[in-house]
């Protein structure tokens, strides 16, 4: 009867070490999923003597092989969770044991061993920027979203609180297109111009950079993807080594026929727990993994000699199914107020001839022809809405020489494609 009445008194202790580590695994999956990724990516833990040689001969080493080696379980939410839930578990139950044998071990000291492990979590594992800088927050946060591909949860982020930073923007963008909604919703959205789908490397902060190369690899930019890859890994800390980038890296190496700098980045890639598999497959099976993109690549070597709308135009001629290249080449006309140039491609995309155009090209052509081409025919199918709404819009405009009128900051005024155009054009005005 007392053992079990001593059981019962005692039982809150592990049941208070019980949440300490389940709040921790929930905030790591839940609030903090965007932090694991972050750091994941900016480590790179090698099982090969050579590297742990280096590192303990290094300054302060042990200290980056401790930090590589737990954060590359980050590359899966669940297990970096409970990795740093039990380092957790594991700290407070060493402190409680020193106590007890310093004699100190009383219950009511029980709780205060919890402290130093809510504490390194909340100042080590969460950057300072991150609790304090609203940018690099979103930055973080969208990168991941981005690199996992979770397209809903970027546009549910957006339209909740618009983004305040050009990853953001662009993130968004991304995630419309690869939903076919970019030239139907972009302007439901924030939009800050041709920046908002691709800007240049020299202007972005290194993070920006992952998400950024991911896009250019994607629409088929290999020689940007690989300098967006380039300087982010130039620009890790203390020469640290970073598996996303070293997997872009050696990818955007094979396809430009770069076989001994694939094989450079390759080898490191092997010798890692979580990347391994994938180097050995990709050196096994080239032409059948890359075989996308090797297709969708622009045939420009120099990308950096051409405008992007030129290199867009490109990939969307030299290969028809790369439709994403063909909408973010209309959105780049679009949101460079390049009217003519929208309504040519209209044209020459047969499929809008055939069927509804999307609404950012509808309400573009149906004020641009109001202005331009009054009395010419539409060269496409325009919705009595679409068209209704951009007459009253350019007339209010006209009437109240305003672009910037209250009346056209709600809906449907300010999910239109001229509601943009006002904001842009008295940007250029003002000489921003």
């Known amino acids: 009867m007392k053992l079990l009445t001593k059981r019962t008194k005692n039982g809150w202790k592990p049941l208070l070490t019980t949440l300490l580590g389940v709040g921790i695994f929930m905030a790591c999956l839940l609030p903090y999923r965007a932090v694991m990724n972050y750091h994941e990516q900016r480590h790179l833990f090698r099982w090969t003597g050579y590297y742990l040689r280096e590192q303990w001969a290094a300054d302060d080493g042990w200290k980056e092989l401790f930090v590589s080696f737990v954060t590359q379980f980050f590359h899966i939410g669940w297990l970096g969770a409970a990795i740093v839930a039990l380092l957790a578990i594991a700290l407070q139950g060493c402190l409680w044991w020193l106590l007890k044998k310093m004699r100190l071990g009383l219950s009511w000291v029980y709780p205060l061993t919890l402290i130093p492990s809510l504490a390194l979590f909340y100042y080590v594992f969460i950057p300072s920027d991150y609790k304090t800088n609203n940018q690099f927050r979103e930055t973080v946060d969208y990168d991941y979203l981005v690199r996992t591909q979770k397209w809903n949860a ?144 622009q045939k420009t070597n120099d990308e950096l000699a051409y405008a992007k709308d030129q290199i867009l135009e490109e990939l969307a001629k030299e290969n028809p199914e790369n439709t994403l290249a063909a909408d973010y080449l209309m959105a780049y006309k679009l949101l460079r107020l390049d009217l003519e140039g929208v309504a040519r491609l209209a044209q020459e995309r047969t499929i809008y001839q055939q069927q509804r155009a999307p609404k950012a090209i509808q309400e573009c052509i149906a004020g641009h022809w109001l202005l331009a081409h009054p009395n010419d025919s539409l060269p496409i199918g325009i919705d009595k809405s679409v068209f209704e709404t951009t007459v009253s819009f350019i007339n209010t405009i006209n009437t109240t020489g305003n672009r910037q009128h209250p009346s056209l900051d709600v809906p449907p005024y300010n999910q239109s494609y001229w509601h943009y155009h006002a904001w842009a054009t008295t940007q250029l005005r003002q000489g921003k």
């Open 154 to 297: 970027i546009l549910r982020k957006s339209w909740n609180h618009a983004p305040e930073t050009p990853c953001g923007i662009w993130s968004t963008n991304y995630a419309l297109a690869k939903k076919g909604l970019l030239l139907e919703r972009m302007f439901h959205y924030k939009q800050i111009g041709p920046d908002g789908l691709l800007m240049d490397a020299v202007r972005m902060d290194p993070l920006s950079l992952y998400s950024l190369s991911d896009i250019a690899w994607d629409l088929g930019m290999v020689n940007s993807a690989d300098r967006f890859a380039f300087d982010a890994k130039q620009r890790l800390p203390n020469n640290h080594k970073s598996g996303r980038l070293y997997q872009r890296l050696a990818e955007t190496s094979l396809i430009n026929g770069n076989q001994k700098v694939a094989q450079k980045y390759l080898d490191i890639l092997r010798s890692t727990l979580f990347y391994g598999t994938w180097a050995k497959e990709i050196a096994q099976k080239d032409d059948e993994r890359l075989e996308r993109n090797r297709a969708l690549r």
